[in-house]
């Protein structure tokens, strides 16, 4: 997709907009330099029992082929609200977003609407596109006469630092 990069570029405008930085911060674009090889480990880790650990690496995997396949159309960006914190979403963690990916009933989206840029899960039903927010004290957002939904992108993975801090 050739319009990609200038799309992303004219979503800067928007986010310099102060109502605009309630749902999501600043974009990052995401412009892998570097090779980041991470060893992978053969065997899987159970999230019941533990099992006997193994130190056998099967082999590695490069963390920029892993987290964006479509570089000109990825981006990241930063929560900036607690209204997705039920999908695993909390304020300051970061969201890869892919541009270049039609978006599905049920995907986590970067969308704009009237412009304000909001992440909600994407609805699909018989009435139309609505926007799910994944915490009870959000409202869900319906579209009224004379609205317009545009998915800026699909989330395709959340970076978070699980280590609390000390």
Known sequence: ???????????????????????IGPIILATPSTFSSIPLAIEKVSAGFPSPAQDYIDRSIDMNEHLIKNEEATFIVRVASLSMINAGIDINDELIVDRSLD????????????????V???????????????????KNIYLQEGQELTVWG?????????????
Do not use: Q
């Not at 978006?103 to 969308?111: L, N, P, R, S, T």
């Not at 994407?122 to 609505?130: P, Y």
């Not at 699909?154 to 000390?166: A, C, D, G």
């Open 1 to 23: 997709m050739s319009t990609i990069p200038n799309s992303i570029i004219e979503i800067k405008p928007h986010l310099n907009n102060s109502k605009v930085l309630r749902e």
């Open 103 to 118: 978006a599905k009933h049920g995907d986590i989206v970067i969308a704009l609407i009237d412009d304000d840029f909001t």
């Open 120 to 138: 909600k899960r994407l609805m699909i039903d018989e009435k139309g596109k609505w926007l799910k927010a994944e915490n009870p004290d959000f």
């Open 154 to 166: 699909v989330v395709t993975f959340i970076l978070k630092n699980t280590r609390r801090k000390s």
